[in-house]
């Protein structure tokens, strides 16, 4: 794993082979997580969104779905945020130069959402190892209504 997760004490970690039914995993990993800390439900989907898009990402795009590579996704709790972690092996990508989903000429295509939901659905959303690895971040502040 690369400079976001060295020093990192992680509540809870997994991984898994990359295959598309492992998203599950993830799944089950957020809903406990989310359950744990009592997340408040209108923040619960945010999470579920974001997580299921990030390790999507990592075993599709990262890991181009070979189930020799590994996906690590954990979380870690400071303060009242909570920062999922997720990392694939795979070479990594250009986050900083993604083409604008909401651009009227990528508006139909059906691909090239994923980090602009991350972006959208979390506080904060970190980049390294080239792309390889993803921080995402929400606030567990009680929400006002």
Do not use: W
């Not at 492992?22 to 579920?48: M, P, Q, T």
């Not at 000429?105 to 190892?129: C, T, W, Y």
């Not at 690895?133 to 606030?139: D, H, L, M, P």
Request: proline share 6%; with cysteine.
């Amino acid at each position: 794993m690369g400079a976001l997760t060295e020093d990192v004490h992680f509540t809870q970690r997994i991984e898994f082979p990359a295959k598309a039914e492992n998203i599950a995993l993830a799944e089950k990993l957020i809903d406990e997580a989310c359950a744990r800390y009592n997340v408040h439900e209108s923040l619960y989907g945010n999470i579920l969104i974001a997580l299921t898009e990030a390790v999507n990402n990592a075993i599709h795009h990262g890991n181009a779905l070979d189930p020799g590579k590994q996906v690590m996704l954990g979380y870690t709790i400071e303060g009242d945020n909570i920062t999922f972690i997720v990392n694939d092996e795979g070479p990594g990508f250009d986050y900083e130069h993604l083409p604008d989903p909401t651009d009227p000429q990528n508006i139909e295509k059906p691909h090239g959402r994923g980090v602009f939901l991350m972006r959208a659905l979390s506080d904060k959303v970190e980049f390294s190892d080239n792309g390889s690895t993803v921080a995402i971040s929400f606030s567990l502040k009680p929400v006002v209504e």
